[in-house]
């Protein structure tokens, strides 16, 4: 039967405190909600000013001039900086993650609204601020390529014509899996089912924009720089190559995070504007950004038009997969993915089933939009990959007059066919798909709903019920295959032990909100035994943690937690050596029972880890060859990733007066592996499923005919609050991963992952009535209104 177990919490007492993995409550929680978190705004220098960025209203123009003189006069102005100005310099363009170039500045054109112009610097930000309206730009408008699809028309303007050579606005090309074969099934199977659907643009809206202080200490030569950064590490080896500071002459600090969900995985101008802005006053330098500057021009997410097509026989085997993509990047190739991955985890689109054959093609192209690709809790584009394939296995339901919930229990890739190989070449590590779907839909009372939705159409009211399954792959990756721009994505831990037997735990990753100062003192904990409340988690700080790629792809638990446990355990090899002299008996003698060594035979003779940490660093001799001091480093490099997977199962009543949609339940079966903190992953489910809410029902990064911004403030950017949710229910199944360390998967992302294709797969139940097959999010009420008429409007 089911793999449902809480794992026994027998390290609790009422203090919440136990020695391990179980459900705590979080450690950096009274600092949040007394007040004294400690984030990039709340940083205050000496002396310090504040930058302003100019940003272009147009989204595609040549820049004829720019005249600063009157924002030079302004009062309380430091400086004013140009594209122009920043090219003499060399430092005009940065490189992306992906080996494209960006403007920090622009000097030949802009080429999307809000895109970087120029800036001030000033004696705070209302100076700065009213400084920028003295900059006299003069913009010759061009015509701006916003829809995808006119991208590569003959006659859409170039707008990479900074790029040598180019001549269209084609990004790239990409494509998985065997054509050939897959065109073979489909041409003999009995049933083929093909739908357009797409992912619209959204974007990661996080509490907390972003920003940075610089502090260029020019004495020293020594650059800090607190920003609102997941990945502190390689930004600063990335700004160590650009702006030719030597990289240990370069502190990055990512302080308190509101947020990142994937947003503050980019390199922004505005860094490198501040880090410019530093240097050249000589005093530290403070940006951040507002609230429209973050809409309009930090990493948006998604934007991917896509055909599916699903082959199977008549009665349910599904045979084939097949995709063709075409991918907007925006104005820059700003995507965050291993250099091998132009598409991200794409590849996945196969989902959980056992296919013969499967194949995507993806052409990606410029447009006059803000960069971005690879964001908002995506892990590394598996989102639309999930969505895809749930929605066109819906639709394949739909043709052969099948329960979608059957449809796909027909074709889980079984228990026994793990480690399960794609058709696009990825290894699945474990899973056991069916006892999650039908523990999902046990909790959902699955027979029960379909009756009740029965007798409601008979009376004419809507009600849908939408399952999603799928399977991810987080915690990248393996360094012989997996790089961002060459550095390596392994992850670095280190564990220091103090002679009273308190710890200290240095990471690689970093939080944006994820609670790894409390789910890293537990994995730790779980394997020395020291209490999760003596063991402090250090990260953030370039300074003061191993090197490593940072958090997002929902690595931090795949990787750095697999480095946590090593790191304790290579600790607790040496601790075992120092009580067995502490016990005068041999290693082979001592048992180890959380928290202490004792003698086999003998349980009375024991020494705990805090005796042992006492005698390592203390007066008296240690076993011979042994050094002094309880402590250890690890770099560790996973062998694969791993594959969390999921069953969710919504309902949804809508208004066929009005089109409204509300989600009435919402059911989350997740199984990441070994569960660390129940509570945690509670919480990034229930995050989750909320994003989810939002992208499949409400948030759209939308844009006019002349490339203007219609996302660009909260009140046109919705985002599900309180009132738009279900209360959540959760469940579980536990499947561990064979080649990590405890048995954990990643779940960070999961339910932003899981949760779209299962509202819309409601959604478009409940309209069956009305014969609707498809609609694309965000399923707003006109949108819905237009799908009960027929007559979809274009995305
Ligand atoms: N966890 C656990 N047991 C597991 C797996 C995870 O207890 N088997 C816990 C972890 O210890 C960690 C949390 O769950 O405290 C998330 O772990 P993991 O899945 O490893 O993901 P990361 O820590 O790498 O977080 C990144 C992921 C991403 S990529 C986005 S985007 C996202 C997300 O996490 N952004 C978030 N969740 C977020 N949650 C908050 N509050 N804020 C964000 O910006
Ligand atoms: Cu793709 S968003 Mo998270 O990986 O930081």
């Not at 060399?90 to 494209?100: C, E, F, I, R, V």
């Not at 039908?438 to 379909?450: I, K, N, V």
């Not at 069953?647 to 989350?668: H, K, L, M, N, S």
Request: contains cysteine.
């Amino acid at each position: 039967m089911t793999s449902v177990h809480e794992r026994v919490d027998t390290f609790h007492d009422n203090d919440q405190k136990p020695v391990g993995h179980g459900r705590m409550l979080r450690k950096e929680d009274p600092r949040f909600l007394r007040g004294r978190g400690r984030y990039v705004d709340d940083i205050q220098l000496p002396g310090m000013l504040h930058l302003a960025i100019l940003r272009s209203p147009v989204a595609h123009a040549r820049i004829v001039g720019i005249d600063t003189s009157a924002a030079e006069a302004s009062p309380g102005v430091a400086a004013v900086v140009t594209g122009a100005m920043l090219a003499e310099q060399g430092l005009a363009w940065m490189p992306t993650l992906s080996n494209d170039v960006q403007a920090v500045l622009a000097t030949d054109k802009v080429r999307f609204q809000g895109q970087e112009v120029a800036f001030v610097v000033a004696e705070n930000r209302y100076a700065a601020r009213d400084a920028l309206e003295l900059i006299d730009v003069e913009y010759d408008v061009l015509d701006p390529v916003v829809d995808a699809r006119r991208a590569l028309a003959p006659d859409a303007p170039v707008i990479r014509d900074d790029l040598e050579g180019k001549t269209n606005n084609h990004c790239f090309d990409w494509e998985t899996g065997d054509e050939a074969a897959t065109a073979a099934v489909f041409a003999r199977a009995d049933v083929v089912v093909s739908q357009d659907i797409v992912y619209p643009r959204v974007h990661p809206a996080p509490m907390e924009t972003c920003g940075a202080v610089a502090d260029f200490d020019p004495v020293e030569g020594k650059l800090r720089l607190w920003s609102t950064t997941q990945a502190p590490h390689a930004h600063r080896t990335l700004y160590a190559l650009v702006a030719g500071i030597p990289e240990h002459k370069i502190q990055v600090i990512s302080p308190d995070i509101g947020g990142g969900f994937g947003n503050k995985v980019p390199i922004y101008p505005g860094y490198v504007c501040a880090i410019v802005a530093s240097i050249v006053t000589g005093k530290p330098v403070k940006w951040m950004e507002d609230r429209s500057e973050n809409l309009v021009s930090t990493g948006f997410a998604r934007d991917y038009i896509m055909r599916g097509e699903i082959a199977a026989t008549r009665d349910g085997r599904i045979l084939a997969i097949r995709t063709n993509v075409l991918a907007d990047h925006g104005a820059f190739n700003g995507t965050a993915a291993p250099v091998k991955y132009p598409a991200g985890f794409f590849g996945v689109f196969t989902g959980s089933y056992d296919l013969e054959a499967a194949y995507c093609k993806m052409t990606a192209v410029y447009t006059n939009k803000a960069p971005g690709g690879v964001a908002y809790a995506c892990s590394f584009r598996i989102t639309e990959a999930v969505y895809l394939v749930e929605r066109i296995v819906d639709c394949l339901a739909d043709e052969l007059g099948m329960d979608p919930a059957e449809l796909r229990l027909k074709n889980f890739i079984r228990p026994e066919q793990f480690p399960y190989t794609t058709k696009t070449g990825w290894v699945y590590d474990s899973g056991n798909y069916e006892p999650t779907m039908r523990l999902a839909m046990q909790m959902a009372g699955y027979d029960e709903l379909r009756r009740e939705q029965a007798a409601k159409r008979a009376r004419g009211e809507l009600m849908g019920i939408g399952i999603a399954f799928f399977t991810e792959a987080v915690g990248a990756g393996p360094r012989k295959d997996m790089d961002i721009l060459g550095l390596g994505m392994a992850d670095g831990c280190e564990l220091r032990v103090h002679p009273t037997g308190k710890a200290v735990v240095r990471l690689s990753v970093q939080s944006q909100g994820q609670g790894h100062e409390t789910t890293f003192a537990q994995i730790v904990a779980e394997e020395i035994g020291i209490p999760p409340a003596d063991i402090d988690v250090v990260h953030g700080d370039t300074d003061n943690t191993p090197f490593g790629l940072g958090t997002y792809g929902s690595r931090s638990t795949p990787v750095s937690g697999a480095a946590a446990a090593l790191v304790a355990r290579k600790v607790r090899d040496k601790a075992r050596i120092i009580a067995s002299g502490m016990l005068e008996v041999s290693v082979a003698d001592l048992e180890w029972e959380k928290g202490a060594f004792r003698v086999k035979g003998d349980p009375g003779r024991s020494v705990t880890i805090q005796d042992v940490a006492m005698r390592a660093h203390g007066a008296g001799d240690l076993p011979e060859g042994v050094e002094g001091g309880l402590e250890a480093q690890i770099c560790y490099n996973p062998s694969n990733l791993t594959y969390p997977h999921g069953a969710y199962i919504c309902v949804v009543d809508v208004d066929p007066g009005t089109a409204q949609v509300t989600v009435r339940r919402f059911v989350a079966v997740d199984d990441c592996g070994t569960r660390i903190n129940p509570m945690i992953i509670e919480g990034q489910v229930h995050g989750g499923l909320t994003d989810g809410v939002g992208m499949a029902l409400m948030e759209m990064i939308a844009f006019d005919e002349d490339g203007n911004c219609l996302g660009a403030s909260l009140m046109d950017y919705l985002i599900p609050t309180a009132l738009e949710v279900p209360d959540w229910e959760t469940g579980f199944t536990v499947t561990p991963s064979p080649h990590h360390p405890i048995g954990a998967k990643g779940v960070g992302e999961s339910a932003t992952v899981g949760s779209p294709p299962a509202i819309v797969n409601a959604v478009v139940d409940a309209l069956k009535p009305f014969g609707v097959r498809h609609a694309d999010m965000p399923l707003t009420p006109s949108r819905v209104w237009d799908a009960m008429r027929g007559n979809p409007r274009p995305p």
